[in-house]
């Protein structure tokens, strides 16, 4: 894991907004580039263990209850921790829709500046503490709400809570997505997202203008390969509307 550090190199900082004020440990843009400011204190550090060991223990591995046999659960996990682009950046302090919300807008233009610049295995968990048990499912309803205006700049975004009862896009009665706080994953596009892009005509129309020539012109790896039956299932169903 890469730890929360500077990422900025001779930049100047813009003003901070009060808005800014209300979450310290947000992302701090720059000229150019960015810094992610982060005073970690040793709570901070037990979490992310937390959160580390979780990804390892439930992401990181063979799920007997799912058919993707032989394989990971999540195959971004051991890739970019390997490859060390595997991030946390804790937001305390940010605990209520409008924040959370805001925080997260902002990651559609900070993201893609974070080193290494356009890494398929680079992921980073945006982590916040402070929301209230009562308040975990505003994760999900957040993550409906913005996933389009991710998707639309070829990024992923993944809820994440305690006693989350969301469903593998595998199937199965697999909880990968019980963590131990309440957390954002956000990651590029990949052709496997048409597991979660095929609910609804929005979504799956984003991934079409992606993706759809790469399956009709046929262009795919092995591994790819196994969802262009579902891609053009996906695409009569559509269009049969």
Request: hydrophobic letters at 35%; one cysteine or more; glycine letters at 4%.
């Amino acid at each position: 894991m890469r730890p929360v550090s500077d990422f900025a190199n001779e930049s100047v900082e813009r003003d901070i907004s009060m808005d800014d004020a209300k979450c310290p440990s947000k992302i701090t843009a720059y000229e150019g580039t960015i810094m992610q400011r982060a005073y970690l204190k040793p709570s901070n550090l037990k979490m992310a263990q937390e959160i580390l060991d979780w990804t390892t223990e439930v992401l990181d591995v063979e799920h007997p209850e799912l058919p993707n046999s032989g394989k990971s659960t999540c195959p971004f996990v051991a890739p970019s921790k390997k490859e060390d682009c595997f991030y946390l950046a804790f937001h305390e302090g940010c605990s209520q829709y409008h924040e959370i919300e805001q925080v997260l807008l902002e990651y559609i233009k900070e993201f893609p500046r974070i080193s290494p610049y356009k890494h398929i295995n680079k992921c980073l968990l945006a982590v916040f503490p402070d929301v209230k048990k009562v308040d975990y499912p505003i994760i999900k309803r957040i993550q409906v709400d913005v996933r389009l205006r991710f998707a639309e700049s070829n990024m992923m975004l993944g809820p994440f809570y305690p006693r989350s009862r969301s469903k593998s896009a595998y199937g199965g009665r697999a909880k990968l997505f019980d963590a131990p706080y309440p957390f954002f994953a956000i990651r590029q596009m990949a052709i496997h997202d048409i597991l979660f892009m095929s609910d609804d005509p929005a979504s799956f129309d984003i991934y079409n203008r992606r993706y759809g020539a790469r399956f009709r012109s046929k262009k795919l790896s092995g591994d790819e390969a196994k969802y262009r039956e579902r891609y053009f299932k996906i695409l009569d169903r559509f269009a049969s509307r």
